[in-house]
């Protein structure tokens, strides 16, 4: 018994996914900048976290509990820095996502803050900012389609425990570089994408000579397709040494997205006054949008 009714009522039923396309699409992988900024507020929170201490362990906690529901392969890569004062247990955080490329794009950033006598430095910016944007990378790959393998890579050790030197500095970066070299894992990186620094509410980020020029024009042309070439500057500051220099001075295609403009004359860097009120959303945004762009792109190439 098939009456009108129930013939129209079955092919309602019938064009249901047509109708709604999304019960059977994934949606796209998106970068929320305001879940960066909430992220770095919460590593802040912690207060002062040079390598070593009691905060940047609860920290680390903090930041794998975070990474846990995502799906990655979390590993964590213990060691001793040498540093001036004796050695110091650090440890870098590397979450996995797989693809099938056997190629390897690395985004990463430190999350320790420099110990500085006599000051109660947060940095919400310089290691607070990093920490947080890398959780909120995280969280946007791990849904989305890729061939490379993507690393998110927490870096301990970038602040120098004295004076900033080759070997008092960076000791996440250049540990793992050494590890890389020594399993084979460093061949097969694609590209590694260094964040410091991006939260800044005036930002501008440095056009660094000490990275890659083929990416250096590949997120120009990325911020220009998405209106942010304002934030970008084209003119050339020198080298910055940072935590991709490392990987630089092994071969591995970098670049460092860094604002190292921060405060009138840069006042706020390494000073009690980089606090989570000089940060925006936006500027995380603007970061995460391109970034996501990039690896995007580079996944795209299927060679190195």
């Known amino acids: 018994m098939c009456t009108l009714r129930w013939r129209v009522l079955l092919q309602s039923i019938l064009v249901l996914p047509v109708l709604f396309p999304s019960v059977a699409v994934a949606a796209e992988s998106t970068f929320h900048g305001a879940n960066a900024l909430l992220e770095t507020k919460k590593a802040v929170a912690f207060g002062e976290r040079p390598s070593g201490s009691a905060a940047i362990e609860q920290l680390r906690a903090h930041i794998v509990s975070a990474l846990k529901p995502l799906g990655g392969k979390i590993e964590m890569d213990s060691f001793g820095g040498q540093t001036p004062t004796g050695p110091v247990p650090m440890v870098n955080i590397i979450d996995k996502f797989p693809g099938t490329s056997g190629n390897i794009v690395v985004v990463a950033g430190h999350y320790d803050t420099k110990k500085i006598p006599m000051m109660n430095f947060v940095g919400a910016n310089d290691g607070g900012s990093s920490a947080g944007f890398l959780l909120e990378f995280a969280r946007a790959v791990s849904s989305m389609k890729h061939q490379d ?50 939260g800044d509410k005036n930002l501008d980020i440095s056009n660094d000579a000490n990275s890659s020029p083929q990416l250096r024009q590949m997120v120009a042309k990325i911020a220009e397709s998405l209106g942010d070439s304002q934030y970008f500057k084209q003119d050339s500051r020198g080298g910055i040494d940072d935590d991709h220099v490392p990987f630089v001075a092994n071969g591995v295609n970098s670049i460092d997205l860094i604002d190292f403009d921060y405060g009138p004359g840069n006042s706020y860097w390494h000073q009690a006054s980089d606090t989570v009120d000089k940060l925006s959303a936006h500027s995380f945004q603007v970061t995460g949008d391109v970034v996501l762009a990039l690896v995007k792109k580079l996944d795209s190439e299927t060679t190195k």
């Open 149 to 198: 393998d993507i690393y998110v890579a927490f870096f301990d050790g970038e602040e120098a425990v004295g004076e900033w030197s080759e070997t008092d500095s960076r000791y996440g970066s250049r540990h793992l570089v050494s590890k890389w070299l020594a399993d084979g894992t460093l061949p097969k990186i694609k590209a590694l994408v260094n964040i410091d620094m991006i």
